[in-house]
């Protein structure tokens, strides 16, 4: 019986040359999202490659405003870079298009820049957590945070598809005492004691922490923070495999025409002391730290961004590959990415984008002393070392 | 000239009353077992005028008064002849005895006669004898795996027991148990199927020519029917095999009144490796992994009188898998011990009642009432009682993700027999569909003797979106003998579908048209209409109890499927039949995973996440079959061709057409069956098939993301610096790569021994005899170049259904 059993599950694996497929390196990929009203927006000029895409620096790139070439510029920023960084500020309504020329090869993408959403209204409020528990039973601590209500008023009746931007900005002085080691450029470094900094952190929202309901009805991108028990959804991590909204895409299904209205969560600065370290190192092991915050900044840059049907679809592709639906081509196959550019590859998002600033602290000198935290990491795990 | 007209239409009315008719009727069955026998011919070869039973045996035909030399006949067994004197309308039950030939098995369509009796074409009887000879996977015979013989059929990924039927889906096959649709028709993952051999009355397969009353699957109809029970006598068998034991018990609770049949099938493949269970340890962990099934079906007939009969049958399945670990720590104060299991669940509940009720011989009815419940869960069991210094503490933690579909169904159909050359076929079949996706709850309960302010006992339900949907079909047909030659079968079937707030409405003609130049020869020709209202969301080839059905909303439309077919059939040669049959069939609102999204165990926005086109398939599919003497079995050829193609602004692959997924351009089928004597008798088949396609990778494209990436765990987003750029496999077209032909070959013997009690078989079968090493699961991946160039992709093959001896044994009282 074992041994029929065992025969059954014995597999027998052989590689077989592909034949009568067609080689597919060398194709122009041109992605990008391009901002309304934005003189700085970036295009990533690559080709397809075996192993890896390979970047393509002697491109050039026309665009067109409404029928009139508005700028052309040839080779990338930097000349082992990819950017090719575009100056052409555009409206919503406009049509746009762009065409690369590269090697022979000509791509070429065209849009019309969406409406840019209407009547934004952000309002913030703190929320205190309440103790909550993970799916092993544990305790999880305290991470009391903002709720950032946020309204908009769908573009039209049609169909829309929009994007929440999050972005965070913290500026923090403060003293700490740490025993760390750190690597800096490629240099071990041990040490311990007191230091005071000054840290700048830029950071979009943690997507987790997103939670939105739309027009009355809960539609959850992520799993809702579960610092209130009403806002406890089934719609969490406990099935692996989910595809999860990283990138916050939704479409206007539940309030077209109307008022949606959408509720953000950010856990403010407390819960990332942890991430506020200088951009230039790496950290590889950390036992405990003590934190004193002499002064507190932080702002929140919420926007609503609008974005067109390809681009939907391609963001939520995204959030498909970064849920790891791409991986398992045993099963599904490869899985081919949604495009919009003609004769080549890529998606060329055209985006109309609203944001509002809300300042949460500014100067503030709270004198917190965050309460000691133990973040304990087996030495004798590698994956932490960088080899 | 319109008054000759009008005295030969008087002639001719006064010759038919002059002749007064009658109308005999009556059940066909088993002589030993009196169970009723489906699809049996009742012939006068004076008027050569003919009737077949219904689905219950039952069967009604019209003559003029008189004398009558009546046949009764059914493959397999002794026909009967009788002459009769019919004065008025007679009632004749006609027992039947069975040739007793092991030999005789063979595939019909209706009749031994390659489907020429039958205006319908496309559709096969599929005897039990025949599923029981087919020689499968570890010996376990299998309903599923004998269709996958049959023309036009292609199987799914190896060992899968899927069909896909003249370029459908695998969701486009209605397969029904006693009336009931089965949704889920897997065990294992899809090796077998859910239908016990050995509970099985008959199986009748169309794939095309559809009678009106099957609804609601765009391809296929797969109608089984399960024994009513012995009404004579007591028998039982007993079958012992390597994953799975069987029984089946009938006999008559009332001797020509009432019978009962009662069948079950467990596997023990968990007994098996248990002991291995037992000492496996990974991380100081015991693993335990496991799993099981088992089939029921019961049923109970009912003779009220040769007009009345009550049926109720009931059919329950569970699989269970499950895995656990424990882990026990003891360090002198402290001890503590937790438990976690993870278990994956699946199973149909479904429960039919039937009542056969003849009004007149000529009007026969069948009022059927449905229960099925299909249920999934999936979940997470936690338990933790441990004890220290601080105290006793007890955790227990139980979440569960469960799927459901209930659907209650009431149907009635009409047999209407109003004379020898017309037969009509009405009804309607209502179901109510209750749909839930996706429901969970999470329990916690934690008791802490030290702390019990934080004691916890929480429940937290998520009943999940349900879809309620009505469904409603109302159906006629009539087969229409014109002439001798000539006979033809026209229906429709009106289909409404609400769901939300939306209702659709289908109509649905069905045609069919016979013309038999000769007695032997026939040729025909088909239209038929179908709808589907209920899809299957799946990403993977193998049948997954995760996989999600979902009804049609008020975006996705209803799929239909046109197929026009046209067929010659041939008897001529003494034994041998001869049909060949092609066809020609669209798909229209087919779905398809838009570029970037697939399932991935979720329903929410599904539709968001495909879009609808169009199908199309083609082929001619040739059969030869020997169906008497001592080695009989048939010999397909099918050629194909079925392809996908979506609008230029749909977004599955950028509007440019594509090849299905199971486009295997060329099939063979074989099936032998040789009896040797009356203790050997040996089976084997053989199946080739082109390669199916697959969307293969071989480059990597950029992709860029809206703003830094999410990073796969806190601290590897500090080790990463974020960044907006990336890449993944660059794809130019869906199923751009053709897999290398698949062939396997499986052999069974039997050993017969006739003892005291009862009669052994013993059967030894062999799956892959002669090692195929065919494509069960492949992928592209890259292999790197010793010389330092760029390397290249090649095609990994993974087969894992080797070479696989087994045997059965079984017992029959």
């Known amino acids: 019986m074992l041994a029929a059993v065992a025969t059954i599950f014995a597999a027998c694996t052989e590689d077989i040359d592909l034949r009568d497929i067609d080689d597919t390196t060398g194709i122009l990929c041109v992605n990008g999202f391009l901002y309304s009203d934005c003189d700085s927006n970036v295009l990533y000029i690559t080709k397809t490659g075996i192993t890896e895409p390979k970047d393509v620096n002697n491109a050039t790139v026309k665009m067109f405003v409404n029928g009139v070439l508005t700028e052309e510029k040839s080779g990338a920023d930097s000349p082992s870079d990819r950017c090719y960084c575009l100056k052409t500020k555009f409206s919503s309504g406009d049509v746009v298009r762009v065409e690369v020329d590269c090697d022979g090869k000509h791509v070429w993408s065209e849009g019309v820049v969406p409406q840019c959403p209407k009547d934004l209204d952000v309002k913030a409020t703190f929320v205190p957590d309440k103790m909550y528990y993970d799916d092993w039973a544990e305790e999880f601590e305290k991470e009391d945070m903002y709720r950032f209500d946020v309204s908009f008023t769908d573009i039209s009746a049609e169909r829309n598809y929009y994007r929440l931007y999050t972005k965070k900005d913290a500026y923090i002085l403060g003293t700490r005492y740490e025993r760390n080691r750190w690597e800096l450029d490629s240099v071990l470094v041990e040490w311990e004691g007191e230091i005071y900094y000054e840290y700048r952190y830029k950071d979009t929202t943690y997507r987790e922490d997103v939670h939105i309901s739309a027009a009355n009805t809960e539609l959850y991108i992520n799993e809702a923070p579960e610092l209130l028990d009403e806002e406890i959804t089934a719609n969490d991590e406990f099935y692996d495999g989910g595809i999860y909204n990283y990138y916050k895409v939704f479409k206007n299904s539940r309030f077209a025409g109307g008022k949606c209205n959408l509720r953000v969560f950010e856990m403010g600065l407390n819960g990332y002391d942890y991430n506020l370290l200088p951009p230039e190192t790496t950290v590889i092991y950390d036992l405990a730290d003590t934190a004193t915050i002499n002064e507190y900044n932080y702002t929140e840059y919420i926007g609503i961004e609008s974005i067109d049907e390809d681009t939907y679809y391609y963001v939520k592709a995204l959030n498909g590959f970064e849920s790891g639906s791409f991986d398992n081509q045993e099963l599904t196959g490869a899985v081919k990415m949604r495009r919009n550019v003609n004769g080549g590859s890529g998606n060329i998002a055209l985006v109309g984008r609203t944001i509002t600033k809300v300042v949460i602290y500014d100067h503030y000198k709270p004198r917190w002393v965050l309460k000691e935290r133990d973040y304990y990491i087996d030495e004798d795990d590698s994956r932490y070392y960088d080899e | ?813």
Request: glycine share 8%; charged share 25%; proline share 3%.
């Open chain 2, 1 to 813: 000239m319109k008054n000759k007209l009008i005295l030969l239409f008087i002639l001719l009315s006064i010759n038919a009353m002059a002749q007064k008719k009658v109308t005999i009727s009556g059940y066909i069955t088993d002589e030993k077992s009196s169970e009723t026998l489906i699809g049996a011919t009742v012939y006068d070869s004076n008027t050569q005028h003919g009737a077949i039973t219904n689905v219950f045996g039952f069967y009604s035909l019209t003559l003029t008064e008189g004398a009558h030399s009546l046949k009764f006949s059914y493959v397999g067994y002794t026909p009967q002849t009788k002459e009769v004197a019919l004065l008025s309308d007679t009632t004749i039950n006609i027992a039947l005895s069975e040739m007793g030939e092991l030999g005789e098995v063979v595939v019909t369509a209706e009749k031994e006669d390659a489907g020429i009796t039958s205006t319908k074409m496309g559709s096969l009887d599929v005897p039990v004898k025949l599923i029981e000879h087919t020689p499968t996977l570890l010996g376990e015979t299998d309903v599923m795996r004998t269709i996958q013989l049959m023309p036009g059929v292609q199987q799914g990924s190896a060992g899968s027991s899927a069909i896909y039927v003249r370029g459908g889906g695998g969701d486009e096959n209605l397969i029904l148990l006693d009336g009931a649709p089965v949704y889920k028709v897997d065990h294992m993952f899809g090796f077998f199927s859910v239908f016990t051999p050995e509970a099985v009355k008959k199986v009748t397969f169309y794939k095309s020519s559809f009678p009106a009353r099957y609804n609601g699957r765009a391809s296929s109809v797969i109608d089984v029917r399960t024994k009513d029970g012995d009404m004579q006598k007591f028998s039982k068998s007993i079958s012992i095999g390597l994953l799975t034991s069987r029984f089946t018990i009938e006999g008559p609770i009332k001797k020509d009144k009432t019978s009962f049949s009662v069948s079950g099938r467990t596997t023990y493949l968990s007994l098996f490796t248990a002991p291995v269970m037992s000492v496996l340890k990974i991380d100081g962990e015991k693993i335990n992994v496991g799993y099981w099934f088992y089939d029921f079906n019961a049923k109970v007939n009912h003779k009220f009188s040769d007009k009345d009969r009550l049926y109720v049958s009931f059919y329950r399945g569970i699989d269970k898998f499950w895995v656990w670990d424990n882990y026990e720590y003891n360090d002198g104060d402290s001890k503590s011990k937790d438990k976690d299991k993870y278990y994956l669940r699946w199973g149909n509940l479904i429960s039919t009642v039937r009542w056969n009720h003849v009004y007149s011989p000529r009007l026969f009815s069948n009022a059927t009432l449905t229960f099925n419940r299909y249920k999934m869960a999936i979940g997470d069991e936690y338990k933790y009682d441990g004890k220290s210094y601080d105290g006793k503490k007890m955790e227990e933690f139980t979440s569960e993700y469960n799927s459901s579909i209930l659907d209650l169904g009431f149907a009635d159909d009409f047999d209407y027999m109003p004379n020898s050359k017309h037969t009509i076929r009405y009804g309607f079949n209502y179901i109510n569909h209750n749909f839930n996706p996706e429901a969970s709850f999470t329990k916690l309960k934690s008791q802490s003797s030290s702390h019990p302010e934080d004691n916890t006992d929480t429940l937290m339900r998520n009943t999940g979106g349900k879809i309620h949907a009505n469904e409603l079909s109302l159906y006629v047909e009539e087969d229409w003998k014109i002439t001798e030659r000539l006979h033809f079968n026209p229906g429709f079937a009106y289909t409404l579908f609400a769901v939300g707030k939306k209702t659709y409405s289908n109509f649905q003609p069905r045609a069919s048209l016979k013309y038999s130049p000769r007695k032997d020869v026939a040729f025909k020709a088909s239209y038929t209409r179908m709808s589907q209202c209920v899809h299957l969301l799946t990403s993977t080839p193998i049948s997954l109890p995760t996989d999600l059905w979902v009804p049609i909303t008020e975006d996705i439309k209803p799929e239909i499927a046109q197929q026009y077919s046209l067929g010659a059939y041939y008897t001529g040669f003494k034994m041998w039949e001869l049909s060949l049959e092609g066809y020609y069939k669209t798909l229209d609102n087919v779905l398809e995973y838009k570029d970037g999204m697939s399932f991935m165990g979720f329903s929410s926005d599904w539709q968001e996440m495909v879009d609808m086109g169009k199908g199309t398939s083609k082929g001619v599919e040739l059969m030869v079959k020997k169906v008497s003497g001592k080695a009989t079995g048939w010999v397909t050829y099918t050629l194909s061709k079925t392809d996908r193609d979506f609008d230029n602004n749909s977004q599955v692959n950028n509007g440019d057409p594509f090849p299905f997924t199971y486009d295997r351009r060329h099939n063979i089928g074989i099936v032998y069956n040789q009896k040797f004597n009356d203790r050997i008798d040996m089976d084997a088949t053989w199946t080739f098939y082109s390669g199916a396609h697959a969307t293969v990778s071989v480059s990597k494209e950029t992709i860029v993301f809206p703003e830094k990436r999410i990073e796969d765990s806190w601290y590897y987003h500090n080790i990463n610096p974020s960044t907006d750029v990336s890449y993944t496999e660059y794809v130019d077209n869906r199923n751009n790569y053709t897999l290398p032909p698949t062939h396997l070959m499986c052999i069974g013997v039997n050993f017969h021994k006739q003892k005291k009690r009862c009669e052994r078989i013993f059967n030894l079968s062999v799956y892959n005899a002669y090692n195929a090493k065919n494509p069960d699961f492949y992928y592209s991946h890259h292999v790197g170049d010793n010389n330092g160039g760029e390397g290249k992709y090649k095609m990994r093959k993974i087969s894992f259904l080797m070479l696989i001896p087994s045997f059965t044994l079984t017992y029959k009282f």
